[in-house]
């Protein structure tokens, strides 16, 4: 997949995640892999003794990573060689690593499997809450990233060319500033930093998609902090304080504490004057 706006491939995402992985768990040998065309392709390998893992593609329901995918669920083979509850299409590849114990973890993508992280052992090892936590924490980490992307490129998508701006009716307008706020609100869950980076990089650009070019922004004297700008935007399409707490995963005094201190900023007395204020400022699409 073609990088685009700032971002890494999806490969090179689960290839950090598989070598941050490979440095925090207990497992000597960590890969994963993304679905195309009905199948897992390994595209990042770690701490292998052997190449006979490299370029694997696993069939969706065969192998223990091919059975994670379909049920999405967590497979174990304490005992890889003579586990009964896996098709063995795959032995060549984990056996000739001298694998012994493998875990397989699905990326769970709005509720879809859309990979696969492995972790393995040489040696038969027992496999509890301490040594799987990290996989799955991993795991989740990815699938937030992944959400994330998807929801950016659909997004992108979907916002219009910069010189058809001026002459956005009003629905398209709408639709931009439900992205915004709808960007805001995942931004808001992702603790990578430099995700997050690129996230408000993008959340500029569809701010200023809709702005008036020919009127020059409004200076405004004080700087919101990313929180008002959250409240902000989810009060700019009619929200209530209770809709935007949960939407913001936060308590509804917080809401109304953001929301007032956004309103002395800009120097207005209402919430929609706020609103009209920070979109004259560029703060807002």
């Not at 972790?119 to 027992?126: A, D, L, M, N, V």
């Given at each position: 997949m073609t990088a685009q706006a700032g971002f890494d491939t999806d490969d090179q995402l689960v290839a950090r995640a598989v070598g941050d992985l490979s440095r925090r768990t207990r497992f000597p040998v960590v890969f994963g892999g993304l679905e195309r065309s009905g199948a897992i392709h390994v595209t990042a390998i770690a701490g292998t003794r052997t190449r006979s893992i490299e370029g694997l593609v696993v069939q969706a329901s065969k192998g223990l990573g091919g059975a994670s995918f379909v049920e999405g669920r967590p497979r174990l083979a304490l005992d890889y060689r003579t586990s009964r509850s896996i098709t063995h299409d795959y032995d060549r590849a984990i056996l000739g690593e001298g694998i012994s114990t493998l875990l397989a973890v699905p990326v769970m993508v709005s509720g879809r499997a859309r990979g696969?992280?492995?972790?393995?052992?040489?040696?038969?090892?027992?496999?509890?809450?301490?040594v799987s936590r990290p996989v799955f924490a991993a795991a989740e980490s990815l699938s937030t990233e992944l959400r994330v992307r998807d929801e950016v490129r659909r997004r992108l998508a979907l916002a219009p060319a910069p010189e058809t701006t001026a002459q956005l009716p009003t629905a398209a307008r709408e639709e931009l500033r439900e992205s915004y706020a709808e960007l805001r609100s995942i931004a808001a869950s992702v603790q990578d930093a430099a995700l997050r980076d690129r996230l408000?990089?993008?959340?500029?650009?569809?701010a200023a998609l809709s702005s008036d070019a020919a009127r020059p922004a409004e200076r405004v004297d004080s700087t919101l902090s990313p929180r008002e700008v959250d409240v902000l935007a989810c009060c700019a399409l009619g929200s209530t304080n209770a809709?935007?707490?949960?939407?913001?995963?936060?308590?509804?005094?917080?809401?109304?504490s953001y929301l007032a201190s956004a309103m002395s900023k800009l120097d207005a007395s209402t919430r929609h004057a706020a609103v009209t204020r920070a979109r004259r400022a560029g703060i807002l699409p």
């Open positions: 696969i992280i492995y972790c393995g052992s040489w040696q038969r090892s027992p496999v509890g809450d301490v408000t990089q993008l959340e500029k650009r569809l809709e935007i707490a949960t939407t913001l995963g936060l308590k509804e005094g917080t809401v109304k």
